[in-house]
């Protein structure tokens, strides 16, 4: 008799754009090319100080655990880059360094929510949110983002959402992933003034900061000092296989977070911590990566309408646009499947992000190269032309 799955294991939906990864490799191990669309990965490598810094302390020979909380010295620095960037005097006691953002979602939820508790997650949005939350058995309660308001959450929608039922937290993006939309400070304002205003938690994913086009981005901490805060290295500092982040965290929730971190992974690893710190000086070079982003997008933003693909989202930051694909199919699924096999371009179904309304949305990653992003469009021109 086969071993039972447990109802929590069956509650975590795939993780459609791995899954299209996975085939997308399997595409190139049989000698087929393929434009990568479909993760949210940079395609430029770490910055050089990072790997010299995480090359020296491998050098020195001893890679040991660290404090729960991680190294003083990275908790200051990035207690420092919010007083650089933001104006927000933050004291390091109040960071907490995780194995990338996932583990800070997982220790913001555990620490915060009790089970059955519902949690506003923005829809569309990250599809991890509302796996995380139900194999924690926390109930996603989506805010559903409309195009009246630029696709991002309002207080006016948070009020509604509570008063239809009631929550117990609200998490927001920004910039968001899959649009790329950011939330204006202003509107930030009030949707942390509506969350206390109703005694929720406010959680604030900030993890594609550093990456926006001509458009002010804010941290939640500039308007609620107890916001919970996530941020990673992975996006801006090109860092994604690091695993490497961080939480700001009202100082009452910094005990029970260094309990659950240290059961959980006893610490974030001291390798990437180390780079992390490091991370911070290469501020030039990181730059000129999303300098290029902003070209990708510009070669996307121009080509899409005459593919039919010209109603997007809007694509404020981050690297990805949302596209409407209504005109050409209703089932994006299949659509990403046909895109992948007979035009070698993969990208990730909307349904990844909205289970409602994804199956005519796609979603496209510009966090590769220039050339790339050319011949993506080529490949599709030839391919919906057909």
Known sequence: MPIAVSRRAEAVAPFLAMDVMTAAAARERSGAGVVHMEVGQPSASAPRVVIEAARRALDAGRVPY??????????????????????????????????????????????????????????????????????????????????????????????????????????????????????????????????????????????????????????????????????????????????????VVPGNLVRAIERLAQNLYISAPYLSQVAALAAFEAGEELDAVRDGYARNRAILLDAFPGLGLGRVHPADGAFYLYADVAGLTNDAAAFCRRMLDEAGVAATPGLDFDPQEGGHHVRFSFAGSEADCLEAVARLRGWLRR
């Open 66 to 247: 660290t404090e729960a909380l991680g190294l003083p010295a990275l908790r200051e620095r990035i207690a420092r880059h919010y007083r650089d960037r933001y104006g927000v005097s933050l004291p390091p006691e109040r960071v907490v360094v995780t194995t990338g953002s996932s583990a800070g979602f997982i220790l913001a939820f555990m620490s915060l929510f009790d089970a059955g508790a519902r949690v506003a997650v923005p829809q569309p949005g990250y599809p991890a949110y509302r796996s995380i939350l139900a194999a924690l058995d926390l109930v996603p309660a989506p805010m559903v983002l409309r195009d009246e308001d630029r696709y991002a959450p309002t207080a006016r929608s948070l009020r509604a959402a509570h008063a239809a039922q009631p929550l117990s937290g609200v998490l927001v993006m920004s910039p968001a992933n899959p649009s790329g939309t950011v939330i204006t400070p202003d509107r930030l304002a009030g949707l942390c003034a509506a969350a206390s205003g109703l005694g929720l938690p406010f959680v604030s994913d900030e993890i594609y900061h550093g990456l926006a086009y001509g458009v002010p981005t804010a941290t939640a901490l500039q308007f609620d000092p107890d916001a919970i805060v996530i941020n990673s290295f992975s996006k801006y500092h090109c860092m994604t296989g690091w695993r490497i982040g961080w939480m």
